[in-house]
Every structure is written in structure tokens, then in C-alpha cells.
């Protein structure tokens, strides 16, 4: 990009308190990020919303901590293998979009993000299920879809979450304590290695969980409808979907 381009890019941000640049940007400005701009950090006052998606960013720096405004961050289809930990001093942020990068890990300091809402990890080279974000308490959506998961532990029950997804990963093994999560609505665990013994009674007949998305696993969906608990499951799916039709 030209220093003219971004220039202009940065005034405007400067005044709007977004700064949007992807690689599928438009053609006049297009280029590849490598780095985090450099040049940001002259708007960490006053910028609220960043998009560097479809870019070759390896990774963040640790100034990244200085955007004190930051409510929404995305990243998506980068090549980040990981997160600095100063992520963690982003107090204000709401929105953390990370899909399709290669993220084997999370740092311990993610659970200072106290006004996080949605985390989006999606695509990811993550093998073990992230703990210590049950800190979170604002935290609406998890999103750990296409990673590389083979277990969801005990510890899953700290989450304040509505929402998980955990399709598309190569669990077999899905801890009971997933039904005491005192928010969770909709629970999605496709296309991944469980076998009927695998589900617990308790999503059934002891959860909130409202939507429970299991096709593509070891076992036909309708061998659900045998299990204990599935008229109480049905009692809440339906009610939810009288609820929003």
C-alpha cells in the first residue's frame, strides 16, 4: 500500500475509531500485512474496532496491549500461532475474532479480558480445551469449531457461556459436567468421534441446554430418543422454538 493509502486510512480511523484493512480489501489500497501496522499506534486513544483479516500476520506485538479503546478485534485468516500476553490488558474488548489461524494455545492472561462477549476460534490447531475462562462472565459465545479437540473436561462447567461450538473436532469424550453450566443454551458438538455411551444423561434431563446439535457423530441422531431424559429436552427445544417463530 502506498503511504498516501494509508495515510487516508489512518485519518480516517483517526476520526471514525475503525480501522478495516483486509487482504480482500479494495484493490487501490490492497496489500498483505506481514506486521501488525506499526503505524496504529499512534490511534490506540481512540481506536474501538480493528479488522486485519485475510492477511500473513505471524504474529502480535506486545503493544498490542496499549489500544485501551479496543472493543472489537478481528483477525481472521491469518497465520498467528499464538497471542502475546499482554491481550489480556484489552479491558474494554468485546469481540475476539480468530478464526483460521494456527493458535495451538491460549495465553493464561486471556482471562483478564472481563468484558469479553464472543470468542471466536474456529479453524484453529488447538488440542486441548482451553481453561481459565470461566472468568469470563460476560463471555456469550465460544467458538471452538475445526481444532483439533479430542476431550471437553470437568473444568467446562466454569463457563458462563449460551453458546458452544465444538463441531467439526475429534472428540470422543464429552465430561458430564457440561450440563452444570448455569448459562448454556445451545451446545453443538458435530462431526466429531462420540459414540452414544459417550453422551451424558445430564445434558438431557439436567441442563439448560435447549439445542443440542449432534449429527455426523458415531450413532444416528434418532437413538437419542431412547435415552432418559430426551422428553425433557424436547420440552425445552420446543419451547424455545415457540419462543422465536
Same mark, same amino acid.
Given at each position: 500500500?502506498?503511504?498516501?493509502?494509508?495515510?487516508s486510512?489512518?485519518?480516517?480511523?483517526?476520526?471514525?475509531?475503525?480501522?478495516?484493512?483486509?487482504?480482500?480489501?479494495?484493490?487501490?489500497?490492497?496489500h498483505v500485512?506481514?506486521?501488525?501496522?506499526?503505524?496504529?499506534q499512534?490511534?490506540?486513544?481512540?481506536l474501538?474496532? *480493528?479488522?486485519?483479516?485475510?492477511?500473513k500476520?505471524?504474529?502480535?506485538?506486545?503493544?498490542i496491549?496499549?489500544?485501551?479503546?479496543l472493543?472489537?478485534?478481528?483477525?481472521?485468516s491469518?497465520r498467528?500461532?499464538g497471542?502475546?500476553?499482554?491481550?489480556?490488558k484489552?479491558?474494554?474488548?468485546?469481540?475476539?475474532?480468530?478464526?483460521?489461524?494456527?493458535i495451538?494455545?491460549?495465553?493464561?492472561t486471556?482471562?483478564?479480558l472481563?468484558?469479553l462477549r464472543?470468542?471466536?476460534?474456529?479453524?484453529?490447531r488447538i488440542s486441548?480445551?482451553?481453561?481459565g475462562l470461566?472468568a469470563?462472565?460476560h463471555?456469550?459465545l465460544?467458538d471452538?469449531?475445526r481444532?483439533?479437540?479430542?476431550?471437553v473436561?470437568p473444568?467446562?462447567?466454569?463457563?458462563?457461556?449460551?453458546?458452544?461450538n465444538l463441531n467439526?473436532?475429534q472428540?470422543?469424550?464429552?465430561?458430564?459436567? *457440561?450440563?452444570?453450566c448455569?448459562?448454556?443454551?445451545v451446545?453443538?458438538?458435530?462431526e466429531?468421534c462420540?459414540d452414544?455411551?459417550?453422551?451424558p444423561?445430564?445434558?438431557l434431563?439436567e441442563?439448560?441446554?435447549s439445542?443440542?446439535s *449432534?449429527e455426523?457423530?458415531?450413532?444416528?441422531?434418532?437413538?437419542?430418543?431412547?435415552?432418559?431424559?430426551?422428553d425433557?429436552?424436547?420440552?425445552?427445544?420446543?419451547?424455545?422454538?415457540?419462543?422465536f417463530s
Open positions: 500500500m502506498g503511504n498516501s493509502a494509508l495515510k486510512h489512518l485519518e480516517t480511523s483517526q476520526k471514525t475509531g475503525v480501522f478495516q484493512l483486509t487482504g480482500k480489501g479494495l484493490p487501490a489500497v490492497r500485512w506481514y506486521h501488525f501496522p506499526e503505524e496504529l499512534r490511534l490506540t486513544a481512540n474501538r474496532t *480493528v479488522d486485519l483479516s485475510d492477511n500476520l505471524e504474529s502480535l506485538p506486545p503493544s496491549g496499549s489500544y485501551a479503546q472493543r472489537s478485534l478481528t483477525l481472521n491469518n498467528l500461532g497471542l502475546p500476553a499482554e491481550i489480556g484489552l479491558k474494554k474488548l468485546e469481540t475476539l475474532s480468530l478464526s483460521s489461524n494456527r495451538q494455545q491460549l495465553p493464561l486471556m482471562d483478564q472481563k468484558s464472543t470468542l471466536i476460534l474456529a479453524g484453529n486441548e480445551f482451553p481453561t470461566g469470563l462472565r463471555l456469550d465460544l471452538l469449531s481444532n483439533q479437540l479430542q476431550s473436561p473444568e467446562v462447567s466454569e463457563l458462563q457461556v449460551i453458546e458452544i467439526q473436532n472428540i470422543s469424550l464429552l465430561s458430564a459436567d *457440561v450440563s452444570r448455569p448459562r448454556l443454551k451446545l453443538r458438538v458435530e466429531n462420540l452414544l455411551a459417550a453422551i444423561l445430564s445434558i434431563n441442563s439448560q441446554v439445542l443440542f *449432534v455426523g457423530n458415531l450413532f444416528e441422531v434418532k437413538c437419542l430418543r431412547d435415552m432418559e431424559g430426551y425433557k429436552y424436547m420440552e425445552r427445544f420446543t419451547a424455545t422454538k415457540k419462543k
